[in-house]
Nanobody, 123 residues
Framework: QVQLVESGGGLVQAGGSLRLSCAAS????????MGWFRQTPGKEREFVAAISGRGGSRYYADAVKGRFTISRDNAKNTVYLQMNSLKPEDTAVYYC????????????????WGQGTQVTVSS
């Protein structure tokens, strides 16, 4: 398993932007598909975006398509989530995840998780 540490969360006004980063330990980072999920109080964690090991395939939840972009830098063992045109409903704790299987929307298929970073979008 890899160790994951997220950063970049914070408070932003609606319409603004944030970039989340997730730094991973280990020497086999490119072997892992990476993903972002989010969770609000009282709700289940939901899929946001995922990217394949070499970055050739990307997947997005319908709610963020066209606004969020996932990318990765395998030389830096880091995955990013660029969030533009943020809305109050994007407010959540955002989690980074890693899997040796293929990228998937299914939460139970991801084996490693970060501690989460809070994103708050004010109206």
């Amino acid at each position: 398993q890899v160790q994951l540490v997220e950063s970049g969360g914070g408070l932003v006004q609606a319409g603004g932007s944030l970039r989340l980063s997730c730094a991973a330990s280990g020497r086999t980072f490119s072997s892992y598909a990476m993903g972002w999920f989010r969770q609000t109080p009282g709700k289940e964690r939901e899929f946001v975006a995922a990217i394949s090991g070499r970055g050739g395939s990307r997947y997005y939840a319908d709610a963020v398509k066209g606004r969020f972009t996932i990318s990765r830098d395998n030389a830096k063992n880091t995955v990013y989530l660029q969030m533009n045109s943020l809305k109050p409903e994007d407010t959540a704790v955002y989690y980074c995840a890693a899997t040796l299987g293929g990228a998937t929307m299914r939460e139970d298929r991801w084996g490693s998780w970060g501690q989460g970073t809070q994103v708050t979008v004010s109206s």
